[in-house]
């Protein structure tokens, strides 16, 4: 752990309670040790930029708080609202508002984005109607009934996280959301998690493009080798140089 961690720890205190704890977390990919006890917290409402050099493991603690089966979590404990995740499968913790939205989109083929965004809220719980999320994404509106592996990549982001908003989301994981996206889109995708955290909504955000991602984010976890070594606000590491250069390389 650097200096920095131990300077800034203090910083993460607040009196507000966690909505989201991740405890001395460890995932495995078969037996390559992938997250090493990972902990931290994030309260209600914050934006938590997950960040770190490729293959850091930043992907790999996204998708095991999201409790899928791959990369296996061994270890740890996963509270969301009071709620053990830890001890639940993925729907269960889909049921309960947890919600990836995962690099590669996973845009249903031969379905319209309508049609997308209507499988979502096939079940219980249901969250915003389909009028609200064309009224987030007007793009997705004027182009509902075309097919959503056709729409282009900035669109499919769009559609991938309207289709986690059709359900009750609590906390929305974001794996990559700008990668490949022109700077007008990335703009047009920051001003919607702005929204969606006026909503309360709590959000993670895994993302290479650091500095964007610190600017919209209330707080920064680093990760380097699949273990967390600075946990404090993204001002910070706005601000420190040297911290960005020695685990994000900027």
Do not use: C
Request: aromatic share 4%; hydrophobic share 45%; no cysteine.
């Amino acid at each position: 752990m650097t200096t920095a961690t131990l300077d800034h720890s203090a910083a993460t205190a607040d009196s507000a309670p966690a909505y989201l704890s991740i405890r001395d977390l460890h995932a495995y990919y078969g037996e390559s040790y992938i997250v090493q006890g990972v902990s931290f917290d994030v309260r209600e409402g914050e934006i938590v930029a997950l960040l770190g050099r490729n293959g850091a493991g930043k992907t790999s603690t996204l998708r095991a708080i999201a409790r899928l089966s791959s990369p296996e979590a061994k270890q740890g404990e996963i509270w969301m609202n009071g709620q053990p995740l830890h001890t639940m499968a993925s729907h269960q913790a889909s049921q309960l508002g947890m919600a990836l939205v995962p690099e590669d989109r996973r845009i249903i083929a031969g379905l319209t984005v309508e049609e997308n965004l209507k499988l979502a809220q096939i079940a219980p719980p249901i969250g915003w109607p389909l009028s609200r999320l064309y009224e987030l994404f007007p793009r997705l509106g004027e182009r509902k009934a075309q097919e959503g592996i056709t729409l282009s990549g900035g669109e499919q982001q769009m559609l991938a996280i309207a289709r986690a908003l059709a359900r009750d989301v609590k906390v929305l994981l974001l794996d990559e959301p700008y990668e490949g996206l022109a700077p007008v889109i990335v703009d047009e995708i920051e001003k919607t998690l702005a929204l969606i955290k006026e909503q309360g909504i709590t959000t993670i955000l895994v993302e290479q493009n650091a500095v964007r991602a610190l600017k919209l984010a209330d707080r920064a976890v680093i990760l380097d080798t699949g273990g967390i070594v600075f946990d404090g606000t993204a001002a910070e590491v706005l601000n420190n140089a040297a911290l960005r250069a020695e685990y994000l390389a900027i």
